[in-house]
């Protein structure tokens, strides 16, 4: 069960509450991202695949630069890491290593200088919703993880349908917990779709002119 003060706001105290698995959604993302990039010719058989997956879409129209459809892409992307916490987190660090490698191996497909300009926009609110996404991951998985050993003390002399419902409700507050990151996750997720839907190409025309 969360121990929430008084004191504390919506944010500040999702914040506190979450701090460590912010930080490690943080590093993880990346410190990918940082492989991804410095690795690139290492990587680039298994990268480069999915690299050109992603071209292929593009082209194709799968992967429309509108807002709602670079916002359900990344959505997809997003909900994979976060309910990769039913799987005790190993899928939700796969998803965020996955991500980070792939964000940063693209940066070396084009000039750097212009993968900044272009990306830079969008690309803050993205890595941010991913991160949280990250974060409400790992906080399914304690919620599953303390769910877990109460149901290993259970007692037989007590009613086992009441003390599964007591062990549910006692962690419940896990659960609403990371469905409020998630919620949040979205929410940046959104926003990024809609400023690299309609304003990211547009500055970076912008700001090229002026080097």
């Given at each position: 069960?969360?121990?929430?003060?008084?004191?504390?706001?919506?944010?500040?105290?999702?914040?506190?509450r979450?701090?460590?698995?912010?930080?490690?959604?943080?590093?993880?993302?990346?410190?990918?991202?940082?492989?991804g990039?410095?690795?690139?010719?290492?990587l680039?058989?298994?990268?480069?695949v999915m690299?050109?997956?992603f071209?292929?879409?593009a082209?194709?129209g799968?992967?429309q630069l509108?807002?709602l459809s670079?916002?359900?892409?990344?959505?997809?992307?997003?909900?994979f890491?976060?309910?990769?916490?039913?799987t005790?987190?190993?899928?939700?660090?796969?998803?965020l290593?996955?991500?980070?490698?792939?964000?940063g191996?693209?940066?070396t497909q084009?000039?750097l200088?212009?993968?900044?300009i272009?990306?830079?926009?969008?690309?803050?609110?993205e890595?941010?919703?991913?991160?949280?996404?990250?974060?409400?991951?790992?906080?399914?998985?304690s919620?599953?993880?303390?769910?877990?050993?109460?149901?290993t003390?259970?007692?037989?002399?007590?009613?086992?349908?009441n003390?599964?419902k007591?062990?549910l409700e006692?962690n419940?507050?896990?659960?609403?917990?990371?469905?409020?990151?998630?919620?949040?996750?979205?929410v940046?997720?959104?926003?990024?779709?809609?400023?690299?839907?309609?304003i990211?190409?547009?500055?970076?025309?912008?700001?090229?002119t002026?080097?």
């Amino acid at each position: 069960m969360l121990k929430k003060e008084k004191y504390d706001g919506f944010f500040g105290g999702l914040y506190r509450r979450n701090e460590k698995f912010l930080i490690l959604s943080t590093a993880i993302l990346l410190i990918s991202i940082f492989l991804g990039f410095a690795l690139a010719s290492v990587l680039s058989p298994i990268l480069g695949v999915m690299f050109g997956e992603f071209k292929r879409k593009a082209v194709q129209g799968q992967i429309q630069l509108t807002t709602l459809s670079i916002f359900f892409n990344n959505l997809r992307v997003s909900l994979f890491i976060y309910l990769g916490g039913l799987t005790f987190g190993i899928f939700t660090v796969l998803f965020l290593l996955t991500n980070g490698l792939f964000i940063g191996y693209a940066g070396t497909q084009f000039p750097l200088g212009d993968y900044i300009i272009f990306t830079i926009p969008h690309g803050i609110p993205e890595i941010i919703g991913i991160i949280i996404a990250g974060a409400a991951g790992f906080r399914l998985t304690s919620c599953i993880y303390h769910i877990l050993e109460g149901l290993t003390h259970m007692k037989k002399d007590i009613s086992m349908r009441n003390q599964f419902k007591y062990i549910l409700e006692l962690n419940s507050d896990e659960f609403w917990e990371s469905l409020k990151l998630m919620g949040i996750a979205v929410v940046f997720l959104l926003l990024a779709a809609f400023i690299e839907a309609n304003i990211s190409i547009t500055w970076g025309n912008y700001i090229k002119t002026l080097t």
